[in-house]
Nanobody, 124 residues
Framework: QVQLVESGGGLVHTGETLTLSCVSSGGTFSNQAMGWFRQAAGKEREFVAA????????YYTDSVKGRFTISRDNDKNTVFLEMAKVKTEDTGVYYC?????????????????WGQGTQVTVSS
């Protein structure tokens, strides 16, 4: 059973940089496409970024393009989300997700495994 554990959330101010990490265990990480999703209070969970198993292809939602970077280290079973120039609207719980079969997806129902989430709060 694959387990995903996120870390790195916290309180930051607008314009600052924060990096989230997600460590995978119990499976073959290098076979998994990985994604990041977020959920703001009172809103539905939304796609943020995704990467293929190799890390060579990445996808982003429009609101974070040019500010966020998803990357992975398959030797360390870890996927990262570097959040630069954060805005107050980036506030939410950020979830790491893994998909064993198929490529990276923007749809949360395509992911088999989920972490517990880490809170990111951006203050002005």
């Amino acid at each position: 059973q694959v387990q995903l554990v996120e870390s790195g959330g916290g309180l930051v101010h607008t314009g600052e940089t924060l990096t989230l990490s997600c460590v995978s265990s119990g499976g073959t990480f290098s076979n998994q496409a990985m994604g990041w999703f977020r959920q703001a209070a009172g809103k539905e969970r939304e796609f943020v970024a995704a990467t293929t198993w190799s890390g060579l292809t990445t996808y982003y939602t429009d609101s974070v393009k040019g500010r966020f970077t998803i990357s992975r280290d398959n030797d360390k079973n870890t996927v990262f989300l570097e959040m630069a120039k954060v805005k107050t609207e980036d506030t939410g719980v950020y979830y790491c997700a893994g998909r064993t079969f198929g490529g990276a997806s923007l749809k949360e129902d395509q992911y088999n495994y989920w972490g517990q989430g880490t809170q990111v709060t951006v203050s002005s």
